[in-house]
């Protein structure tokens, strides 16, 4: 390294300017020595000197100036002065040559060297850090061998399949997660890169639902080895299958109380008509027809209880607008452009917390896209817009679509409607859910199409 140092770019004018002195320096002093001994040999040196710094044609340049010098102040006869012009020249340019091919060839190997130290610090380093970041991460992180052995485990899969026991490796994965056995097994050329929730167990026995992404890799002694994440999806279900339960009682709720509203009108109505035929003396002592009026007044009682505004003051909470309509935007985006819709979303208000239920407004929303989508499967023009907007201490979003409109808004959130394509108690539940935690679904007449507007109470 300290040789090359020399013919480094900063020292090349004092390599020349020590060239040329020299070549003067030898020349005088072979000029002297003429009649007893020539030293034109020496003009080796400066070729050497120059050889580090100058290009291949200067180098054979410089050789034929010194051959020119060495046969000029030479004492031996002029019978033989061009061979021996020919011979130095060789001479003064091959040694030249080849030393700068030399020094060429080691700063190319120092070159190279540099790189490769270069990349295997950042190797190193990446290997550092992705060290770091699986020994870190929450997430159960494995390798698994062909024959199905376990490689490698960070610290959380450890604790997941084993936190009595650190010694994962080794032993099979088809003792805690038989579906990434069967993976490995399914065949030699086939490679897998995907995500499962399956059945896993731990070291004691204990079973739990996994969410699993793995991926397999051909093996250099043959096979396929698998990585794979793992996470435990058991508080995650319970949490879900509670929350579903929820819903499902109070949508039961909601829809007991369509069906009483319903009874209690018919009720009333027997009732009327009880009240009229009981003038007559012969009905009004008539046993079953006192029987006949204590059922139809047993059944309007029966059918009194109603889903008051009240409902669910309590299961309301605040919660962040926006995730909620990014989560609606990656709900829907896929379905309407499969049905060629127009997906367009206006407003800036969503940065804000708003009195709710994130599973509640979801449900909502998802069921407003829904009657949209539906209205425009014979529309020529497919378009939703969902607009969100700030008024005072309330948040309106408006879902507006192209389609062909509504001919009488006044039974829209009646229950059970004979021209609606389902039950007809999509909007009715809709509506009453909103009004459990304070907000309101409302039609909003328009010159074309079809627009709700849900209303929220700011936070």
Same mark, same amino acid.
């Given at each position: 390294m300290d040789f090359l140092a020399i013919y480094s770019r900063t020292n090349r004018k004092i390599l020349l300017i020590t060239a040329v002195v020299l070549t003067g320096i030898i020349g005088v002093v072979d000029w002297y020595t003429r009649p007893f001994i020539s030293i034109g040999f020496l003009y080796l040196f400066p070729i050497m000197l120059i050889s580090g710094i100058a290009r291949r044609w200067q180098i054979v340049a410089a050789s034929v100036a010194c051959a020119v010098l060495q046969e000029l102040y030479s004492n031996l006869p002029l019978d033989n002065a061009i061979p021996r012009l020919v011979f130095s020249w060789l001479g003064?340019?091959?040694?030249?040559?080849?030393?700068?091919?030399?020094?060429?060839?080691?700063?190319? =190997?120092?070159?190279?060297?540099?790189?490769?130290?270069?990349?295997?610090? %950042?190797?190193?380093?990446?290997?550092?850090?992705?060290? =770091?970041?699986?020994?870190?991460?929450?997430?159960?992180?494995?390798?698994?061998? #062909?024959?199905?052995?376990?490689?490698? =485990?960070?610290?959380? !899969?450890?604790?997941?399949?084993? #936190?009595?026991?650190?010694? *994962?490796?080794? %032993?099979?994965?088809?003792?805690?997660? #038989?579906?990434? %056995?069967? +993976?490995?097994?399914?065949?030699?050329? $086939? *490679?897998?890169?995907?995500? /499962?929730?399956?059945? !896993?167990?731990? +070291?004691?026995?204990?079973?739990?639902?996994?969410?699993?992404?793995?991926?397999? $890799?051909?093996?250099?002694?043959?096979?396929?080895?698998?990585? !794979?994440?793992?996470?435990?999806?058991?508080?995650?279900?319970?949490?879900?299958?509670?929350?579903?339960?929820? $819903?499902?009682?109070?949508?039961?709720? /909601?829809? @007991?109380?369509?069906?009483?509203?319903?009874?209690?009108?018919?009720?009333?109505?027997?009732? =009327?008509?009880?009240?009229?035929?009981?003038?007559?003396? !012969?009905?009004?002592?008539?046993?079953?027809?006192?029987?006949?009026?204590?059922?139809?007044?047993?059944?309007?009682?029966?059918?009194? @209880?109603?889903?008051?505004?009240?409902?669910?003051?309590?299961?309301?909470?605040?919660?962040?607008?926006?995730p909620v309509l990014d989560e609606l935007r990656v709900l829907v985006e896929s379905v309407c452009r499969d049905s060629n819709i127009e997906l367009e979303w206006a407003g800036t208000e969503q940065s804000c917390s708003v009195w709710a239920d994130h599973y509640g407004l979801i449900q909502v929303f998802l069921n407003l896209v829904k009657n949209s989508r539906r209205a425009l499967e014979s529309a020529p023009e497919k378009r939703i817009r969902i607009s969100p907007t700030r008024e005072h201490q309330k948040v309106v979003i408006r879902f507006e679509d192209s389609g062909p409109g509504i001919g009488d808004p006044q039974v829209l959130f009646r229950a059970f409607q004979r021209e609606a394509q389902a039950t007809g108690l999509g909007l009715y539940v809709s509506r009453a859910l909103m009004r459990s935690f304070g907000g309101d679904l409302a039609f909003e007449p328009s010159e074309r199409g079809c627009t709700f507007v849900v209303t929220l109470q700011v936070a």
């Open positions: 003064f340019s091959g040694t030249g040559l080849f030393l700068f091919e030399l020094l060429r060839n080691r700063r190319m =190997v120092l070159a190279h060297l540099g790189e490769v130290e270069e990349q295997s610090r %950042q190797l190193r380093e990446a290997e550092e850090q992705l060290q =770091v970041l699986v020994d870190s991460s929450p997430a159960a992180i494995l390798t698994v061998g #062909p024959s199905g052995e376990i490689l490698l =485990v960070n610290k959380a !899969a450890r604790e997941l399949f084993s #936190p009595d026991n650190d010694h *994962l490796q080794g %032993q099979s994965i088809g003792r805690f997660v #038989p579906a990434l %056995q069967t +993976a490995l097994q399914s065949g030699q050329s $086939y *490679l897998f890169r995907t995500a /499962i929730q399956c059945r !896993a167990q731990r +070291a004691d026995g204990k079973p739990f639902l996994a969410a699993t992404w793995f991926s397999t $890799y051909p093996a250099q002694s043959g096979g396929n080895k698998l990585a !794979a994440i793992v996470v435990d999806m058991s508080e995650e279900l319970v949490s879900r299958e509670d929350l579903s339960l929820d $819903y499902l009682l109070k949508n039961a709720r /909601i829809l @007991m109380s369509a069906v009483s509203h319903e009874v209690r009108n018919m009720a009333g109505a027997a009732l =009327v008509f009880h009240q009229n035929l009981s003038r007559f003396e !012969a009905l009004r002592e008539n046993a079953d027809f006192e029987a006949l009026g204590t059922l139809i007044h047993g059944l309007e009682k029966l059918s009194a @209880m109603e889903l008051t505004s009240g409902t669910g003051e309590q299961e309301r909470q605040a919660i962040e607008l926006a």
